[in-house]
């Protein structure tokens, strides 16, 4: 993919970022489950809660090419920290960029871009999760204010943001077209913010549920049309795909990585690993998936930089890459012996971390349910 100047060079800053300041902390982030303030701090300070949000907000207005390449770097480290800015710079305020009106955009996008506020995208609820239709959150419109009642679950960053883009119904009778989105405030009363999930991997980047009771949003908080936000969700999730495969591309290629150097310097029976056909084959096998994954996330980026939908490119590019992530990082354990199943190795976490890119943002079986139902409209 072709990429600007400027963002060859920001993504040789984040590499340099990567390797002075997330790796010496990620083995601490995933003991202690938690992302030290002053690598927080740290990435405010190079601009990274801004990357996608336009400059005159504040932020450095990468397009979803850029964001992708940026994504691919930081596949290249911890996961938890990855995620608390993929997600803040993705899913969290790509509605707001898009849709917001002006008083929304002067409000909230400088205090996102500089990082002051973490931003979360709250859809899932207890019944609802693969079938986001199925949501029972309501929102009824009260003089100049809607007032708020349900529950969300598994909402990424909750415990950090401020700002809670969120989907209610707003008339149960339309159905789909029946659900509107807001944007909500830490502060604003009737929102809590529940216990941190204790995960099988992510560490470092929290998920929490969210209660919402008589919860009252001024009516100016309401994103985009009333009605608009299933439709509004599904755009936000359909790049969102995009930049998940972007990421697992990026760890495809640091397993790969680390698997040549291993087996360049490991001696059983008198030779080297490199020398063994048996793992020569799986290394190839792993960078071919990671290929074909690139080539998915760059056609998906292409479709939907042109303007188009880019339903099935974005669930297949996910579907794909999501996949290959998990047969690579199965091999490089493999490939490591025992030692891929130390900790000390760092690869185990990956097999840990790698494991929630085919459940959220709809799981493979949804994209599949995806890819199969554009295949038969078209037909
Ligand atoms: C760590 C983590 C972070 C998350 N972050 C967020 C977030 O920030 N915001 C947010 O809104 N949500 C978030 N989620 C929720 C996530 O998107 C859902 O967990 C996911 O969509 C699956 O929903 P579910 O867990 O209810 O599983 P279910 O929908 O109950 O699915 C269970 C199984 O059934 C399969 N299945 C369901 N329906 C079908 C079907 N029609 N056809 C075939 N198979 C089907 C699924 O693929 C899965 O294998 C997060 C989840 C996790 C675990």
Known sequence: MQLSPEVRQLCDEIRRFIQKEVEPRSRWIEEHDEIPAELVQKARELGLFGLTIPEQYGGIGLDLAGKCAIEEEMGKTNYGFATLIGNHTGISSAGIVALGNEAQKKHFLPRMASGEWIGCFALTEPQAGSDPAAMRTTAVKKGDRWVLNGEKIFITNAS????????????????????????????????????????????????????????????????????AGYVQALKTLTAGRVTVSARCVGMMDKLIGR????????????????????????????????????????????????????????????LFSTEALGKVVDAAVQIHGGMGYMREAGIETTFRDARITRIYEGSSEIQRNIIAAQLLKEQ
């Open 160 to 227: 950090v943001a401020h700002v809670f883009t969120v989907m209610a119904i707003t008339d149960r009778s339309k159905a789909i077209k029946g659900i509107s989105t807001f944007i909500l405030e830490r502060d604003f009363p009737g929102l809590s913010v529940g216990r941190n999930e204790l995960k099988m991997g992510m560490h470092g980047c929290s998920t929490a549920p969210l209660a919402f009771n008589d919860c009252a949003v001024p009516a100016g908080n309401l994103l985009g049309p009333e009605g």
């Open 259 to 318: 698997c040549v150097e291993y087996m360049k310097v490991r001696t059983q029976g008198g030779h080297k690993l490199a020398e063994y056909q048996g793992l020569q084959w799986m290394l190839a096998d792993m960078a071919v998936q990671r290929d074909a994954a690139r080539g998915l996330t760059e056609r998906a980026i292409a479709t939907l930089m042109r303007g188009e939908r880019g339903t099935l490119e974005a669930s297949a590019a996910k």
